[in-house]
């Protein structure tokens, strides 16, 4: 296993730092130590947060000796098995890229200098890795790993755009929860909820896993809104390949 | 039954111990900004400690009670009114259906607790009753409370046993410059010796920006070694960000999750109550403190609250036995019961 930091974050939280990259090999590290922390419940260890490449643990000060649970964090994070993670989930996402449901989608084309259809096409024909939540509740941060676009944000932010909005910037492409300030690229929009406190667990994603973009024409958007309203809308969820 | 708001105050809002577990998935827990004063006011009123209750700032609310109950204030000293007559700070009260409570306004620092016996009738959602205001969910309908708005309480008591035991000697800081203990880190590292000494050497004015995600500084610049960038990572309550123009944030109750800026050092816990006192154009100057003292620091002030609560709940002295005597005068025999009075 490769080298890795751990810091004190404050008198309540470590830090366990991989490689200071974001990559798919690094951030897989990230997951593994995650679900060995979590397997093995330390006493006094709280919420794990993974990140692009660290992972924050929180401890109770009050509950806990910072040199037992020092050892024990390092040692799972020197012997970490990436053959044990368990296969990776793929949750697909509908997308509706039409009309002002995708206001910068002719934008974006015109910038790649492809048709609506490729771009289209370039989306939703790639696995996205889900690298960590966060920004607002139920927040991803995705990015696909070939064909970036070329593009970053918008020279002027929007003050608002609501949520449901799938925007992109190079290789990268967010599900905005909730309505928000927003300086990328609206691609299209989700009837889906990544965040929908109605329900037990409110959110639709987890750091680790992937998601897929599928296209959706009008009436279907319409109908999984219905259905996404009434609470019976489940997105289709599955093992990833290799 | 429990009270109307009858003026809301600058920011009411209810607050519990927080909303823990959920920190993966981008959500912070929000609770309390001043948590000793909070759990204060809890114990106060025989609650458990994270009971829900009403977190005010600057200016408190005036509440109509529609049911009786015990009530405590704590945090920011005000000067609350009952029905037109002054009523204590950290010392539980009884209040009847009809009184009128006006909280008024802080006669320093920033933020003060009301907590009442039993708790507040709201929807526990994702296992707490505290709102989270950025989210818009939680506590009372996701919002600071208005004009009208009404909340039941959820077991009130009408009285509660050794009520004069139930007050503390209690100030909070209120000093206009106040020391705030950091641990330095987790990104020291990215400053240059001279950023490190500026963070810990300068006096750093609260500027209009503090509320409950964040306290925006200003103060001398502190220097990077390179810039304020780093790859996003996690964030805990008290982190000092400091972006590239090199004035500090410090992140609180409703921070986000993760951030993409250089964290210079972290509040230590204990004094994370004096940063929730701070307003627009309070000082701070920080000082590094070892984790190790950090910890101390936080046991201390943990023995203090066990104290309180200990105080409040020590049992009555056992009941003195009566004593009993039989007399026999003109051939009748009498018993005769002596029991020793309290005072």
Redesign the interface.
């Known amino acids: 296993m490769d080298g890795y930091t751990l ?7 470590l ?1 366990v ?1 991989f490689e ?3 990559s798919l090999p690094v951030n897989r590290k990230v997951t593994a130590l995650y679900q060995a922390l979590a397997a093995c419940r330390i006493p006094g260890v ?11 643990i ?1 401890y109770d ?2 509950r806990t000796d ?1 040199k037992a649970l020092t050892a024990a964090v390092e040692r799972c994070a020197a012997h970490l098995d990436l053959t044990k993670l368990p296969k990776a989930l793929v949750t697909e996402i509908p997308v509706l890229y039409e009309g002002e449901y995708a206001m910068d989608l002719e934008e974006i084309a015109r910038i790649e200098n492809k048709t609506v259809e490729e771009i289209i096409r370039i989306h939703s024909q790639s696995d996205y890795y889900v690298y ?8 991803p ?1 995705t990015a696909r790993m070939e064909h970036p676009f070329s593009f970053k944000r918008r020279a002027e932010p929007r003050v608002k755009i609501p949520g449901g909005s799938i925007v992109v910037q190079l290789a990268l492409s967010d599900i905005i929860p ?1 309505d928000q300030p927003c300086g990328w690229n609206i691609i299209g929009t989700t009837p889906v909820l990544a ?1 929908d ?1 109605r329900k037990e667990n ?2 639709l994603l ?2 680790g896993q992937w998601i897929r973009h599928v296209p959706i024409d009008k009436p279907t958007f319409l109908e999984i809104k219905r259905q996404v309203e009434l609470g019976e809308y489940r997105c289709r969820t599955y093992e990833k390949e290799g | 039954m429990g009270f109307v708001v009858e003026q809301p105050g600058v920011l009411t809002t209810v607050q519990d111990g927080g909303r823990f577990g959920y920190e993966r998935f981008g959500m912070s827990p929000s609770g309390p900004m001043d948590l000793t004063s909070f759990e204060i006011a809890n114990l106060l009123v025989g609650n458990r400690r994270e009971e829900s209750a009403l977190e005010m700032t600057i200016l408190g609310p005036t509440l109509r009670f529609t049911a009786a109950n015990v009530v405590a204030v704590t945090g920011a000293p005000l000067k609350p009114k009952l029905n037109g007559e002054d009523c204590p700070m950290n010392r539980a009260f009884p209040v009847s259906a009809g009184d009128e409570l006006a909280l008024g306004a802080v006669q320093g620092g920033c933020r003060s607790y009301i907590a009442f016996a039993g708790g507040l009738d709201v929807p526990e959602i994702m296992g707490s009753r505290c709102t989270a205001l950025q989210n818009k969910v939680g506590g009372f309908q996701g919002r600071r409370l208005a004009k009208g708005d009404a909340i039941g309480f959820r077991s009130p008591a009408a009285a509660l046993p050794h009520m004069e035991r139930r007050h503390v000697e209690r100030q909070v800081e209120t000093a206009p410059l106040r020391e705030i203990r950091v641990v330095l880190g987790p990104q020291e590292d990215r400053f240059t010796r001279e950023g490190i000494d500026t963070f810990l050497t300068g006096v750093y004015t609260v500027t209009k920006d503090f509320d409950r995600m964040g306290c925006r500084l200003e103060g001398p610049v502190i220097a990077h070694r390179e810039d304020g960038n780093i790859i996003s990572d996690g964030m805990v309550t008290g982190a000092i960000q400091v972006p590239t123009a090199g004035q500090p944030i410090i992140m609180l109750a409703e921070r986000q999750t993760v951030g993409g800026y250089t964290k210079i050092a972290t509040v230590i816990t204990a004094d994370l109550p004096a940063v929730g006192q701070c307003k627009a154009g309070d000082q701070i100057r920080f000082r590094a403190v070892e984790v190790e003292e950090a910890h101390r620091l936080l046991r201390q002030q943990e023995e203090e609250l066990k104290a309180l609560e200990a105080a409040i709940h020590a049992p009555e002295p056992a009941a003195k036995a009566p004593r009993c005597y039989r007399a026999t005068v003109n051939g009748l025999t009498f018993t005769i019961t002596l029991t020793e009075c309290d005072d």
Request: negative net charge; hydrophobic residues 40%; proline residues 7%.
């Open positions: 810091r004190y974050v404050g008198d309540q939280a830090s730092e200071e990259e974001i709280g919420e794990l947060v993974p990140t692009y490449r660290a992972l924050l929180h000060a009050l910072l960590m939540l966060g920004f607002a509740p139920g927040h941060y909730f965040c406190y409110p959110f987890q750091a």
